[in-house]
Nanobody
Framework: QVQLVESGGGLVQPGGSLRLSCAASGFIFSNYHMAWYRQAPGKERELVARISSSGGSTYYADSVKGRFTISRDNAKKTVFLQMNSLKPEDTAVYYC?????????????WGQGTQVTVSS
């Protein structure tokens, strides 16, 4: 069965960096797009970034553009989210999502989530 396991969250000061990882299993990873979402307390879950199956195309929400980078390693079946210049408003639970067949669609599976807290 499909499994998505996130890691890498934690507490970081404003301006700091974190790298999230999502290890995937149960499907042919290299055939599918993948995405990262986040959900802050009291807010709806929102799309943060999406990456194509080959890694050649990416999408970022305006709020993270220029600060976050999504990437993937198809050999290791892992998708990453490098987060730089973190702000308090980036505080949220971050979720890996996939596998995604159509670029503008969402995947049917979610990871368990990893907490990111940006605070001094």
């Amino acid at each position: 069965q499909v499994q998505l396991v996130e890691s890498g969250g934690g507490l970081v000061q404003p301006g700091g960096s974190l790298r999230l990882s999502c290890a995937a299993s149960g499907f042919i990873f290299s055939n599918y797009h993948m995405a990262w979402y986040r959900q802050a307390p009291g807010k709806e879950r929102e799309l943060v970034a999406r990456i194509s199956s080959s890694g050649g195309s990416t999408y970022y929400a305006d709020s993270v553009k220029g600060r976050f980078t999504i990437s993937r390693d198809n050999a290791k079946k892992t998708v990453f989210l490098q987060m730089n210049s973190l702000k308090p408003e980036d505080t949220a639970v971050y979720y890996c999502n996939g596998p995604i067949s159509s670029w503008y669609a969402g995947g049917n599976y979610w990871g368990q989530g990893t907490q990111v807290t940006v605070s001094s």
